[in-house]
C-alpha cells in the first residue's frame, strides 16, 4: 500500500512539473537564466515547430508560458561588426513581443554580459528584466528563425 501511494506521488510530481515546463521533452534550450530581481527564471525552448516561452518563479508554474509556431518567432544575429556581440530572439503573443537577449561588450576588459528579456507593447519598450549571469545558457547564436525586422 505504501509503494502505490509513494508511486503515485512520484507520478504526481513529474506530472506537474512537466505541466509547468516551457521546455516540451526533446526540445533545445535556446536561453535559461535567473533574474537579477524577485527570483524569477526566463527559459526559451527550440521545440521543433513552436518556440516556446516561460517567465516565472523557480519551481512554481510560470507566471506565462507562450508556445509560438516558428514561423512567428524572429531573431537577430550579430553580423560580426562593432565592438557589441549580440543575439536575440523575438516571441510575438498578441500585442506584446517578449526579446530575449544576450549580449557582450567585445572591448571591455572583463567582456561583461548582459542578457534578460525586453517586453514591449504595441511596439513600445514597457520593461527590461535583467539576468544574472550565474546558470545561464545562450545558445541563441545561430538559431534558425526569420530574421527580425
Known amino acids: 500500500m505504501k509503494r502505490g501511494i ?3 506521488g512520484i507520478c504526481s510530481l513529474l506530472l506537474t512539473n512537466a505541466v509547468w515546463a516551457a521546455c516540451p521533452r526533446g ?9 537579477q530581481k524577485a527570483n524569477k527564471q526566463i527559459e526559451l525552448c527550440d521545440a521543433g515547430k513552436t518556440v516556446n516561452y516561460s517567465f516565472g518563479k523557480k519551481g512554481q508554474k510560470p507566471e506565462l508560458a507562450i508556445a509560438v509556431p516558428r514561423s512567428a518567432a524572429s531573431t ?4 560580426g561588426i ?3 556581440m549580440s543575439y ?3 516571441v510575438p503573443n498578441a500585442n506584446y513581443v517578449y526579446n530575449v537577449f544576450w549580449g557582450v561588450d567585445r572591448l571591455e576588459e572583463k567582456h561583461p ?10 511596439g513600445e519598450l514597457l520593461t527590461t528584466i535583467y539576468c ?4 545561464l ?13
Not at 526540445?27 to 533574474?35: G, I, K, P, R
Open 6 to 8: 509513494l508511486g503515485a
Open 27 to 35: 526540445a533545445e534550450t535556446l536561453f535559461f537564466c535567473n533574474t
Open 76 to 79: 537577430f544575429q550579430w553580423q
Open 82 to 84: 562593432g565592438r557589441w
Open 88 to 90: 536575440s530572439v523575438n
Open 113 to 122: 554580459i548582459e542578457a534578460g528579456v525586453n517586453v514591449e507593447k504595441n
Open 132 to 135: 544574472k549571469e550565474k546558470g
Open 137 to 149: 545558457i545562450n545558445n541563441l547564436e545561430g538559431v534558425d528563425l526569420k530574421p527580425a525586422e
